[in-house]
């Protein structure tokens, strides 16, 4: 998982240029997706369902699930087959890191938002796009990119909650529509021996040794251990034990945490899971360091950001989803997480992949909204609705997968 950004945040407003879009849109079809994120095909289903809700009183917004890196791009492959052009919200940390990456996401029509709180610019924006009809919303609800294809984490409200307060502003003349989408990647060759030398890599550079035998699962169990002590170790943290390894990585992030906590003087709510912790402590964190008044903390700040994106990195793995079904995607995408977790960047791919994009029946928001006219319980219901339908989509897809990723099992 990639590190957050702590630069003070800056909204960057869409900047539409249509024959520029189009052009980006071919490159993104015949270069990027197939050459650097190595999707080299792509099934799209159900967009027939969509075809009701392309006149003037609908508007859509479209929630998909985030398994990698190469979702914004296969989206708009999607999106470009059924002849939508969309727009895109993305966390603000992405403008930030190449020039050209935010000239051409601008010129796409991207806008960003600041995922650390509040973002009333970024929600103007999203209403104004929604309302003028003419580009649909993508928002990506998990927030993150997590590199666990078969498991949708829990999606954050802010989607729902910006559909919902649209489809009240715009009815009853306009009706407001969300997409769940599901969105799957699956190995076309065996890719063990590229991500198997990932893994000496990663083993070398924390010191695994010999860890774990030969076996490639219990391999990357021991590799993934010896990261985790090592980064414990050189917080002057001690590392939990035992054979339980969902357990061992709970206790691990909220060994973390507590320290954290302790230093930042927040207090760890009953109600709060791991990761909701993490995001408490990286609002705390990002304020501190945007406050000129504690310019004294900035120091202890960047620590603190560190310690922040360890524990989020630990409590991001489940500790039991390779084992629970090895097959080669799962393994090696974890091999890829924990690559990127080490190192703090993304990895190529390990081979060619294919992309499954599965648009799933339209949620009428407006209806929900009105049968629910408390926004809270409103916006949760959405959130549930949509949540629920992609992981039921990923499981799907899974099921009818007929290519190596989904067939091969790593022992």
């Given at each position: 998982m990639?590190?957050?950004?702590d630069?003070?945040?800056?909204?960057?407003?869409?900047?539409?240029?249509?024959?520029?879009?189009w052009?980006?849109?071919?490159?993104?079809?015949?270069a990027?997706?197939?050459?650097t994120?190595?999707?080299v095909s792509?099934?799209v289903?159900?967009?027939?369902?969509l075809?009701?809700?392309?006149?003037?009183a609908?508007?859509?917004?479209?929630?998909?699930?985030?398994p990698?890196?190469?979702?914004?791009?296969?989206?708009?492959?999607?999106?470009?087959r059924?002849?939508?052009?969309p727009?895109?919200?993305?966390?603000?940390?992405?403008f930030?890191?190449?020039l050209?990456?935010?000239?051409?996401?601008?010129?796409?029509g991207?806008?960003?938002?600041d995922?650390?709180?509040?973002?009333?610019?970024a929600?103007?924006?999203?209403?104004?796009?929604?309302?003028a009809?003419r580009?649909?919303?993508v928002?990506?609800?998990?927030?993150?990119?997590?590199l666990?294809?078969?498991?949708?984490?829990?999606?954050?409200d802010?989607?729902?909650?910006?559909?919902?307060?649209?489809?009240k502003?715009l009815?009853?003349?306009?009706?407001?529509?969300?997409?769940?989408?599901?969105?799957?990647?699956t190995?076309?060759?065996?890719?063990?021996?590229?991500?198997?030398?990932?893994?000496?890599e990663?083993?070398?550079a924390?010191?695994a040794?010999?860890?774990?035998?030969?076996?490639?699962?219990?391999?990357?169990r021991?590799?993934?251990?010896?990261?985790?002590?090592r980064n414990?170790?050189?917080r002057?943290?001690?590392a939990?034990e035992?054979?339980?390894?969902?357990a061992?990585i709970?206790?691990?992030?909220?060994?973390?945490?507590?320290?954290?906590?302790?230093k930042l003087?927040?207090e760890?709510?009953?109600k709060?899971?791991?990761l909701?912790?993490?995001?408490?402590?990286r609002r705390t964190?990002?304020q501190i360091?945007?406050?000129?008044?504690?310019?004294a903390?900035a120091?202890?700040a960047?620590?603190?950001?560190d310690a922040?994106?360890?524990?989020?990195?630990?409590?991001?793995y489940?500790?039991?989803?390779?084992?629970r079904?090895?097959?080669l995607d799962?393994?090696?995408?974890t091999?890829?997480k924990?690559?990127?977790?080490?190192?703090?960047?993304?990895?190529?791919?390990?081979?060619?992949?294919?992309?499954?994009?599965?648009?799933?029946e339209?949620?009428?928001?407006?209806?929900?909204?009105?049968?629910?006219p408390?926004?809270?319980?409103?916006?949760?219901?959405?959130?549930?609705?949509?949540?629920?339908?992609?992981?039921?989509?990923?499981?799907?897809?899974?099921?009818e997968n007929p290519?190596p990723g989904?067939?091969?099992?790593?022992g």
């Amino acid at each position: 998982m990639l590190d957050f950004s702590d630069k003070p945040y800056r909204f960057f407003p869409p900047r539409r240029f249509a024959p520029a879009a189009w052009l980006l849109t071919q490159l993104n079809r015949w270069a990027r997706l197939p050459r650097t994120k190595r999707v080299v095909s792509l099934d799209v289903t159900g967009g027939g369902r969509l075809d009701p809700l392309r006149g003037p009183a609908h508007r859509v917004i479209f929630l998909p699930n985030h398994p990698s890196h190469a979702d914004p791009e296969i989206m708009l492959e999607a999106l470009r087959r059924v002849g939508i052009a969309p727009r895109f919200m993305a966390a603000y940390d992405i403008f930030l890191r190449a020039l050209h990456h935010r000239w051409a996401m601008q010129l796409m029509g991207a806008f960003s938002v600041d995922r650390e709180g509040s973002d009333p610019r970024a929600m103007r924006e999203a209403g104004k796009t929604i309302a003028a009809g003419r580009y649909p919303l993508v928002l990506f609800p998990e927030g993150n990119v997590y590199l666990q294809n078969d498991v949708v984490t829990p999606f954050h409200d802010g989607a729902a909650f910006v559909a919902l307060k649209a489809a009240k502003e715009l009815a009853p003349a306009v009706r407001v529509w969300a997409v769940p989408v599901s969105i799957k990647l699956t190995h076309l060759a065996d890719a063990r021996p590229e991500a198997q030398a990932k893994l000496d890599e990663v083993a070398r550079a924390v010191e695994a040794g010999q860890e774990g035998g030969p076996g490639a699962l219990e391999r990357l169990r021991a590799v993934g251990l010896a990261a985790l002590r090592r980064n414990l170790k050189h917080r002057g943290l001690p590392a939990p034990e035992g054979a339980d390894l969902p357990a061992v990585i709970r206790a691990a992030a909220g060994t973390v945490l507590d320290d954290l906590e302790r230093k930042l003087g927040v207090e760890a709510r009953p109600k709060d899971d791991l990761l909701e912790r993490v995001r408490r402590a990286r609002r705390t964190i990002h304020q501190i360091r945007l406050d000129e008044a504690r310019a004294a903390d900035a120091a202890a700040a960047v620590v603190w950001a560190d310690a922040a994106m360890l524990a989020f990195r630990i409590a991001s793995y489940g500790g039991d989803y390779v084992a629970r079904n090895p097959t080669l995607d799962r393994w090696a995408e974890t091999v890829e997480k924990l690559a990127e977790d080490v190192f703090g960047r993304p990895w190529a791919p390990f081979g060619p992949r294919h992309a499954f994009v599965a648009f799933h029946e339209p949620i009428d928001v407006t209806a929900a909204g009105e049968e629910a006219p408390k926004l809270r319980a409103a916006v949760a219901a959405c959130t549930e609705r949509v949540e629920g339908a992609a992981q039921a989509g990923v499981d799907a897809l899974n099921a009818e997968n007929p290519h190596p990723g989904g067939r091969i099992r790593v022992g």
